[in-house]
C-alpha cells in the first residue's frame, strides 16, 4: 500500500496530537518519503555502476591471461623445439 502526501500530513498531525510536534516530526523523518518498493536510490544505482564495472574489469582480466597464456605457450614451443633440434644433433 503506497501513501501519498496527504495522507502522510494527516498522519504527520495526528501524532502531533498524540505525542507533541517535536516527537512527531522526529517519527515522521525516519518514514521514507516514497514506497520503498518502487524507488531506487542513488546508492541503488551506484551499486549497479559498480557491477557493470567490475564486469568490464573482469573482461580485461581474462584478456590478459589469456594473452599471457598464449605467449606463455609460444615462448615454450620455441624451448622445446630448439632442444628437440639440438638434441638430434648428438
Known amino acids: 500500500m503506497t ?4 495522507q502522510r500530513l494527516r498522519l504527520h498531525q495526528s ?27 542513488k ?8 557491477r557493470d564495472e567490475i564486469s ?4 580485461d582480466l581474462r584478456t590478459e591471461i589469456h594473452k599471457a597464456v598464449r605467449n606463455h605457450t609460444l615462448a615454450m614451443t620455441g624451448i622445446m623445439i630448439t632442444c628437440m633440434t639440438i638434441l638430434a644433433k648428438f
Open 3 to 6: 501513501t501519498n502526501e496527504q
Open 15 to 41: 501524532l502531533e496530537r498524540q505525542i507533541g510536534e517535536e516527537m512527531a516530526g522526529v517519527l515522521m523523518s525516519s518514514l521514507p518519503p516514497f514506497d520503498c518498493n518502487q524507488v531506487a536510490t
Open 43 to 50: 546508492d541503488d544505482l551506484k551499486v549497479f555502476a559498480t
Open 56 to 59: 568490464v574489469q573482469f573482461a
